[in-house]
């Protein structure tokens, strides 16, 4: 049986992290990668105490070259990826007229334009052998319009459309592409501030990661195709 290997993007915190260590649960190797060296080698480190296994690659996914630097280490010391959850992202919370451009330019090359890097990376290795899986990790953002989050809830909604044509495209091609739209998940993109104070209104990351996990261990007749999970008490 071929070995299956996950690579994880913005798993240094957060749902990423959680994901990764619900993965590795199920003997399943591990791929992490973020631009924060000094938290993959320590969730790498947590990994192996459980008695699990992965690796950690420092990578920017907004650089071509960075992802593709990545996707050669691990094919090469690792085997080919199986699955590849997307789930590196940014955002500022601020309004329309505040964002400043530079600050636009870094959330869709983080959130849309490196999502779509890694995923025309992996593409002709999972083509090959006509298996794979991609998740992404988007937003509510991506369907309901918030305030103070134009340029976020952008970047998710290009990305659900953008993988959602791809999806049709890659049917033929046996590969699944899943879209996870969570709403407010307590994670360190929220201000401590607010975290605190809606902690109560939040979903936990690890509850994200179980539904990523559900999506992944279905048959391989059965597709999932998007899942959108909010609070219990709604949006906040």
Known sequence: MDKTVV?????????????AKRFSKENIFVIV??????RLVSLVSEIKFAG???????????????????????NTNYGKISVLINNAGTTVFKSFLDTKIPEFDTIIDTNLRGAFICIKTVL???????KGQIINILSVAAVKAMENSSVYSASKAAL?????CARQELRK????????L??????????????QKKHSRMMSPASIADIVYFAYSQPKNLLV????????KGDL
Not at 7 to 19: P, Q
Not at 182 to 195: F, N, Q, S, V
Request: include cysteine.
């Open 7 to 19: 690579w994880v993007t913005g798993a240094s915190t957060g749902i990423g992290r959680e994901i």
């Open 33 to 38: 990668s973020a631009r924060r060296k000094s």
């Open 52 to 74: 699990c296994n992965a690796a950690a690659i420092v990578c920017d996914v907004s650089s071509e070259r960075s992802v593709q630097n990545t996707v050669r280490k691990i």
């Open 124 to 130: 002709p290795q999972m083509m090959k052998i006509k």
């Open 160 to 164: 659900l459309a953008l993988t959602n």
């Open 173 to 180: 091609e046996n590969i699944k592409i899943t879209n996870i």
């Open 182 to 195: 969570p709403g407010a998940t307590e994670t360190p993109m929220w201000d401590a501030k607010t975290r």
């Open 225 to 232: 195709e998007d899942i959108i999970v909010r609070p219990q």
